[in-house]
Each structure stands twice: as structure tokens, then as C-alpha cells.
């Protein structure tokens, strides 16, 4: 079935549809250039509202497993690939590419020259797509309002046991992370986004972590005097989104790059350690360089590429941000270092990152 993807630009790109398209799907367009990690970039709660363009010309290649999903669900609105291989040539393979999109209702767009597609992508920037059936698009695409909500979990649940004990406020978490602290020997809390601090200062945690999320974090600015109030009397590892709310609730800002990092091979330079690093990213929006002037934190990282902020640490409390993922999956498992250096600050009491 013949399907077209109109993006914001006035651009339109054909394709194969894998399946019928029930319906026009919106979304905003965005690319990944990672080779591998398809499944644990659908299922990543970050992507919510996403139409996710893969550069790598062939997708499904090793079909989709049980284990790595990032979680229950993909959160994608739509994916384009150039081709996507019918089967999943893996022992672990469950399901090919296709069945699982299938299975949620999720198109899959073929034989879209994906390279044009994401020149576009970096010339225009990331933008508003509409993928339907009709070679004419039908009206102008609107960004969803407020995605955190849809993805955040509804129930507060307690995993693992011993301690530390961590409150992981879920703005759209990853899998991976409650595992990075779980194999740690961690217990972890993981309570909805706009959880009150009373009822986190009830479950009286050794320290909290801000998850990673969808949308622009402006959007949360209600929530901006909760999360300070609770920064500042908790040690705090804050990843992705969680970073850009942590430096807004400082007072410093945000901005949205031209088209993102997304990808499993960022380099970020730790100016601690002297050296980079190769990280899995996935975001759209940084925060400014500029408005951290006059505020109690330092950068740590820098992205390589762009210059733009990876990571502040504040200069007289436990409070170590980060926009890139420690946790990877998919990616390098370089910068994992990370969770020690928080669980080390923890059991130690300092107040201040070596």
C-alpha cells in the first residue's frame, strides 16, 4: 500500500506501507543514526509522539526479543526506514519488526529514500509530519500538549531491597535506569511525575533520580518549585529531561536545537575525568550555556559535536545532572560510571562532586 509522509517544510516522501493504515498519523519527525538498538529506541517513552526516522538503511535485521524492551510498550507514532528486513535472523528473536508494530497498531513506512528525508530533517530542523494514504497532506500538524503524563507511571511501586534507598521520579524512565541502580544494590522507589513532596519525603529516600522524558520541559513548569524544593534537600542524579528541569528550576533555561541529538555515538568531553566519552542521547531540547551564568553549578560535560551542555554539577550540594543516558541500552556502556560516582557521594555524605 502506497503512503506518504508530509512534513511542516511543504517536503513529501512515498513509500511502502507494511500494513494498512488505519488512519492519518501525526507526529513530530525526528532521526536516529544508531545501527543497532531499534527495539529499545521504540519502546523508550522519550520518543512518545514520535515519528522516528532510522538513518541505517536496513531495519529488523535481527527481529524483536523479549528482553530489551525499555517499556510495556513502543510509544512511537509512526517508523520510516529505507528497508526493513522480514524476518529476524537471531536465536532470541520473537517477532520481526513488522509483527510488532503490527501488534500495536504502529505504521511502518518502506522504501522512503531516507537519506533526502533526513537532509530535510537537518536543514529544516525537527518538525510536524503527517503520514496518510491521500498524496495531499489534509491540514497542518499540531505538537502534542503535554506528553509526561501519558507515559509517567499512575502507582507508586518499590523494587529490589537492602539500600540505598532512591526515589526515581518517572517523567517517561527507561527500563535501563531502574535496572542500572537495581544491579547496584539499590532499592527504588518509582513514583509519578507530579507526586507531592510529602508524600517522597514519607518514603524517606537516601536520594532521588529525575528520569529522562518526552516534550519540552517548559511544560512542566508548574512543577518547577516542587522539584527544588525537593533537589535541594535530597542528593539528586537527574538524566535527560530531569537535567533541563533541574537547571530550569534554577532559574537558567532551555532552548530546542535544529534537529537533536539522537543516537548511540555522541562524544562528550568530562572535564573531571580529562577525557571523552562515547554516549546514547536522545533529546531535542539543551540547556543554555549562557543562562548558567550567575548560578551555583559548573559544567562538567560538553557535547563534542555542538559545543551545547552535557551535564552540571552543583558546586555546594549533591546535585550531578546529565543530559546524555549513563545507561545506554542501546549504546556504549562508557559513561555507566556515572550511578558510582552518585551511590559513592551517597554513602559518603559529601556535599560537593569530586
Known amino acids: 500500500m502506497k503512503a506518504y509522509l508530509h512534513v511542516a517544510s511543504g517536503k513529501t516522501f512515498s513509500g511502502e506501507l507494511a500494513a494498512p493504515l488505519e488512519q492519518t498519523v501525526v507526529g513530530e519527525v ?49 517508523v520510516v526506514v529505507y528497508e526493513a528486513s522480514r524476518e529476524g535472523f537471531h536465536y532470541g528473536a520473537k517477532y520481526s519488526l513488522a509483527e510488532y508494530l503490527r ?10 529514500d531516507t537519506r533526502a528525508l533526513v537532509k530535510e530533517i537537518r536543514t529544516a530542523g525537527t518538525m510536524m509530519a503527517e503520514l496518510s494514504a491521500s498524496p495531499v497532506p489534509a491540514a497542518a500538524a499540531r505538537e502534542a500538549a503535554f506528553p509526561v ?49 510529602e508524600t517522597i519525603e514519607a518514603l524517606k529516600p537516601d536520594g532521588l533520580v529525575l528520569s529522562n522524558g518526552p516534550g519540552d520541559p517548559k511544560q512542566l513548569g508548574h512543577q518547577l518549585p516542587t522539584i527544588r524544593q525537593l533537589i535541594d534537600r535530597y542528593p539528586t542524579l537527574a538524566i535527560c529531561l530531569g537535567h533541563q528541569l533541574v537547571a530550569l528550576a534554577y532559574g537558567a533555561d532551555t532552548e530546542k536545537l535544529r534537529f537533536g541529538h539522537r543516537g548511540a555515538n555522541q562524544p562528550v568531553w568530562d572535564a573531571v575525568k580529562q577525557k571523552v566519552v562515547m554516549t546514547s542521547q536522545n533529546h531535542s531540547y539543551v540547556v543554555k550555556e549562557g543562562s548558567l551564568a550567575g548560578k551555583p553549578f559548573d559544567i562538567r560535560f560538553i557535547n563534542v559535536n555542538d559545543g551545547s551542555v552535557e551535564g552540571i554539577v552543583h558546586r555546594h550540594k ?16 562508557d559513561t555507566g560510571y556515572i550511578f558510582d560516582e552518585f551511590l559513592q557521594t551517597v554513602a559518603k555524605g559529601e556535599n560537593v562532586y569530586a
Open 149 to 197: 503524563r501519558d507515559v509517567s507511571t499512575k502507582t507508586i511501586e518499590t523494587y529490589g531491597h537492602g539500600g540505598p534507598h532512591f526515589v526515581l521520579i518517572d517523567f517517561g524512565c527507561k527500563k535501563s535506569i531502574l535496572q542500572s541502580l537495581l544491579s547496584r544494590g539499590c532499592r527504588v522507589t518509582v513514583v509519578p511525575y507530579d507526586t507531592a513532596p
Open 30 to 78: 525526528v532521526f536516529f543514526t544508531g545501527m543497532t538498538g531499534y527495539q529499545e529506541v521504540l519502546t523508550d517513552p522519550s520518543y512518545k509522539n514520535q515519528v522516528i526516522v532510522f538513518t541505517y538503511p536496513l531495519i529488523g535485521n535481527y527481529g524483536i526479543n523479549e528482553d530489551d524492551f525499555e517499556s510495556k510498550r513502543p510509544h512511537v507514532e509512526a
Open 318 to 333: 549533591p546535585i550531578l545532572s546529565v543530559q546524555y543516558h549513563p545507561e545506554a541500552h542501546p549504546g556504549p556502556q
Open 103 to 112: 501488534h500495536w497498531n504502529i505504521p511502518l513506512l518502506t522504501h522512503v
